[in-house]
């Protein structure tokens, strides 16, 4: 069995916030979900995560996804392991900070692999940092690791080495259940470090990572917002090697879970986030926001908001639209600038074009929604739902009072305030007649 | 005469378009056409461009502007030069693939002298790489190049130059035309590369290129990314040294045709395109989309989106306003908030401040737009004009029904619904009488 | 008495706009203020600040908080510190150019602290470049600083000298006063330079900066721009530090003298200017732009723009919303997409959700302003005032034409406009009648 277990019990005080430090998110998704996230593609069967500081935020993120183990206190990286003993099965165990979320699944496959082939007590990741001030130093004789100096502890020679310990490494369960327990605190923190587990065994093998993004400690959240770039900037490029066009990549975000396909363009400054999903041909921005959104192939946003909701084939959206709570705007419809539409649901080709409020409602084909026309969906005491057929004219600067249905073919004159049902190829009209008051200009000016 | 052949065959799979390589757009532009901006400020007399994948594109794009040559099969550089060969006149060719945008035109114009002064068989760009893994390495002996070695024929010991071939060079045009029938495709790849010219000769020459950037090579939709945002650089930094303030312009994008007065003024998240001009005292920004403005001296334009439009002297647009289709904002005017301008003149010191529509309308000087007023040009069958005086006055929340004439100094009263046209300083009014009902909100409540 | 002279009489012509150069505004803040807000946090007791092109400029900056020195004619550094002799007290005297607003008070103490300490007739600040060109070298002699020698008057040799002058001094003001008059200008710019004062002299000390930012000379708009954006990152990084979420932050400016509380959120694409506080637990962005707000806690503002005025705790604004001059917004209120309010105080739980103006307003605790409401508060003449009591429901597109007062529990009907008072509990209706005619669509469409 190939056990993992991921440290997550420490605070993060410098994080100035109550969530403990593994959970506090990047782009949206939980540290400790990049780790989880990275162990799924590897061989690991069981992983033991090890909790402690408010451990409840943990069975909640993670669920059913693993088994939870609790450190009372926070006594160092072994008294962590040692926590976890009971629930690891025979085999072997990766060990891994709940605070690494840049950590790529390969680079633990090989660990995991060369662990299997050498069957060694111990193989560990290190890495060559040109300035490892701070790392516990790789000591070697003859080439073989022999021991781990911490920066504290270490001899002035032996801060000039440059390999450093990651702090992710696996071991053999049999040698780890026996050598845990002989690890002391005597050391100027007074912890009971992991990594002198190193000292009860010569068999020892290693390898090297190649990207050193992942040791870029998060302790505060200016270091969280670098290692957050370097996510963002992960997924900018996965997505642009798909066929993925980013104009201005620097102030462009998608969050983790969405999903765009090839020949999507996204402009400046957009913003993507939730469950996303972006069509082929599609352009998105500048400066548009989606969260859970499904924006269909070749559909324009422009400069516009859109949340929970979906964008029909060919359909143009903004500049400075807002589309929200279940809104379905239907294939090639334009919603132009300044227009609301709130779980609505809207047929094909339809236009609402320019200040216009849409909301509770359901609205046929072709329908044209004059500027400043509003579905009045609520009286104060609840919300009702406006009904329009198809090949409906809805005149510039009406009110469609709800509960109402507009039949197809209807017509609303412009400037009025519709209450009553409109039939099939009906015009309703509701307003005053003009008067025009000779000179009458200058008494109000 | 000075020739030039342009290599611009390729398919470029990894960009994941349908468009050849070297028409992919760089901020808007295609990519061959940054070379032949260049070409146009050096030497060159006359440019071949070697298409092959999807001509047409090209065809369109360099339209009167060169000569074209086509290269039926992908089978090298040297196969493309080939193609190229009858239309060359006599002298030197300058020879330079087509997927180096970043090219500046000065060093084009050193090596082209280089050549005239030197009158060698070849003189070849070459630079200096860090990490020159990839290039073909330049082989000297006794400080005389020799050969070049492509990465895959090269010994190791070759492999430690750094000193690269940049794959632009000039080359006599009687060697040119000898030497290419020489050149085979004995080597890894089976293609016959222009590099192999120097096995023919021992008269070459070099310069090196300062500035390696040019080099990045463009082969998926990431390396584009980084090559615009090199070019996007190099365009905000050209405005600046002219005296454009740019604030933030890592969030900021303007595109190359751009024209931007000194003592401009540019807010973070800005995205200017097309052929905008914009004067000198103009504020643009934040997040303002200008495409083909006209921008004068000392309007503003905050959080809003211009298409195809001017806005007059020391106007002012939005926040949150859209101008477009040919709208004329006059000098002085006050377009706000949730304000569209469509099609339309507007005269000096014209107000519309607010949840406003005006289109297909023509309106005079010092007119008042009240909040909420709408031009309605459409009524399910045609657009229709409206035409506004002078000193007009136009109460909130109006509609103007189109086609319509309000004449100068005329004042309408808010609410109205306005169908006939108004005279001369008339006051013109439509709406129904208030009736308070004694007690009667309760019903409602 | 320890005195400081900061220079500020250069024009810098490269700068391309009137102000001379250290009055030019790094967001928005004048690169002198920088200087003088460092100099607030030293032991400096006096400031004399040497001003010459533009004098008044400097005058209006800084009003009380210095002395003023006129240089007539710009000859140098030393003609420069030769104005400010006069206003000398007894004592030492920190000599500091106006043009390095990145420099560090802690690192100025230093230098301070150095000669009172060593009481020297020099404490010089130098710096280690990897690139010294253009820089005055710092020339040793078994240690001992025993001059400087300017770029254009340095021999080959010490042009290898990476130790550099910073143009930053403390000097004893009795060596001072004699040693001035002793610089001559027989120099390759005919310039009196103040390092010339080392020739005086070989009691000096010095101390090392260890940040090398400052040093970068801004002598055009694109050099501003990348001292800017250093400036930019300080104040973002300390703000992280403190406790402030920012999501991608290459895309958020915030300008220095805004106060942010630990536990906000910032996303992507703000623009965060003048005096604005942000309180605990409150969201800004993405998009959004604040001057002179203040945010309390757990307010929401999204896509918004906010001048002048407050948002209050737990209110929500935006997307699209705008709030400006002085507008009060309440306790849990919701702005929605499309409202502006301006000059209007606002009660608790009061919602204006779409496409409202709000202006020169006095509205109540939990009001609903329906959408498409509009304050009618101009008239073509003269501004006035609508007041709305408590639990009022306002009906979609009406006009409140002002002045006029809406009471407590009042009910106005949706599309009507409302000149006259209505009273405690009355309904307000004002439209017409709605007539449907028969098949009568057809004619219109």
């Known amino acids: 069995m190939i056990n993992a277990i991921v440290l997550a019990a420490g605070k993060g005080t410098r994080m100035k916030t109550d969530l403990p430090k593994c959970a506090f998110p990047i782009l949206e998704k939980p540290m400790i ?62 060990i891994i900070p709940g605070d690494t979320p840049l950590i790529n699944y390969e680079k633990i496959n090989s660990l995991i692999e060369t662990e299997l082939a050498l069957k060694k007590d111990i193989t560990i990741l290190t890495t060559f940092l040109d300035n490892p001030t701070g790392y516990g130093r790789i000591i070697r004789e003859n080439g073989k690791i022999v021991r781990i100096a911490e920066e504290k502890d270490a001899y002035e020679d032996e801060k000039l080495i440059k390999e450093v310990n990651t702090g992710i490494m696996v071991v053999d ?52 917002s670098r290692v957050e770039d370097m996510v963002r900037r992960n997924i900018l490029k996965k997505h642009m090697l798909n066929g993925v066009n980013i104009i201005n990549p620097e102030s462009v975000t998608i969050y983790p879970d969405v999903v765009i396909e090839d020949g999507v363009t996204i ?27 499904n924006v269909l192939e070749n559909a324009k946003v422009k400069h516009s908001v859109v949340y929970d909701s979906r964008i029909g084939k060919g359909a143009t959206v903004g500049p400075f639209a807002h589309i929200r709570m279940n ?10 600038n300044f227009v609301e539409v709130k779980n609505s649901i809207l047929g094909t080709t339809t236009k609402a074009s320019h200040l216009s409020y849409l909301g ?13 026309s509003i579905t009045v969906n609520y009286d104060g005491k609840k919300k009702s739902k406006t009904v329009i057929g198809n090949n409906v004219f809805v005149g510039c600067n009406s009110n469609l009072i709800a509960p109402i249905e507009i039949k197809d073919n209807a017509f609303i004159a412009a400037g009025s305030t519709i209450t009553d049902n409109v039939d099939d190829n009906d015009l309703a009209i509701a307003r005053s007649r003009q008067i025009n008051k000779k000179g009458y200009a200058k008494k109000y000016k």
């Open 360 to 372: 509770d409602s359901e609205i046929g084909n072709n329908v044209n929604i004059g500027c400043g």
């Open 267 to 293: 402009l400046q400054g957009s913003f993507i986030s939730g469950n996303t999903i972006i069509k082929k041909g599609a352009i998105i921005g500048p400066n548009s926001e989606l969260h859970n959104a």
């Open 173 to 224: 369960n049999k040698f780890l259940k026996e050598a845990i327990h002989k690890i002391d605190n005597n050391n100027f923190k007074k912890e009971y470090y992991l990594t002198d587990l190193l000292k009860f065994t010569t068999d020892i093998a290693s390898i090297i990572l190649d990207d050193n993004d992942i040791l870029y400690g998060i302790n505060d959240l200016y270091a969280l």
């Open 33 to 94: 979900n990049y780790i989880m996230d990275a162990l799924d593609k590897t061989k690991v069967e069981k992983r033991i995560v090890v909790v402690g500081y408010k451990k409840e935020v943990f069975y909640d993120l993670l669920k059913n996804n693993c088994v939870f183990a609790t450190q009372e206190n926070q006594l160092g990286t072994a008294d962590a392991v040692k926590a976890a003993l009971n629930y690891l099965d025979d085999g072997i165990t990766l």
């Open 327 to 336: 809104a379905i705007i239907g294939e090639g419809n334009r919603i132009g």
